[in-house]
């Protein structure tokens, strides 16, 4: 089963089976700084988690992609607004300008994350942000990832280790990797 499958099964009940912290979730926000007005890329969107909280900013658009059909077509059911445009897609294959872009959640499931924060970077406009980040720690992550065959292998590494590939191709002004939450941020 590969990934797009495994999502696909799972989309149904992801929202049950997945917690986000949403206390947590606007810290991260606050703490990469994210302003009002912006064009925003939301990589591996999953349901749409995401996007309530994106839309506080008064974003100009978002472009919430996912490999996931079936992710995407909950996340639209969420969702009227249209400031929001759900993709099927895989991002690798995803061309766009954005001033933000966030990987929340789903970092993990990129294998080669070199060509994925190039890939993202080479979105950004001058001055644009690339955030990954998770709601819980590194540790829980991957702990929850080793209890299923399909994911076993999709690790979140440390933090500095995401950074020095962000700093391959961007001003790295943030990171944690703490016991609450996993971000790094880079400036282009």
Known sequence: MDQREFFNRLAPVWDEITKHDE?????????????????????????????????????NSITAVDISEKMIEIAKSKYDNCKINFITQDIMEHQGMYD?????????????????????SNMLTKGGKLVVAHSD???????????????????????????NIFSKYLYVNLVIDNDEMYVVCGIK
């Open 23 to 59: 206390g947590k979730i606007e810290k991260i926000l606050k703490l990469i700084d994210i302003k009002d007005n912006l064009n925003i890329l939301d990589v591996g969107c999953g349901t749409g988690i995401l996007e309530s909280f994106l839309l506080k900013y008064n974003p």
């Open 100 to 120: 933000f872009i966030i990987v929340y959640s789903a970092y993990p499931h990129f294998y080669d994350k070199d060509a994925l924060i190039r890939h993202l």
């Open 137 to 163: 720690s590194r540790e829980k992550i991957n702990k929850v990832h080793s209890r299923h065959q399909e994911v076993k292998d999709d690790r979140l590494p440390p933090a500095i280790d995401t950074a």
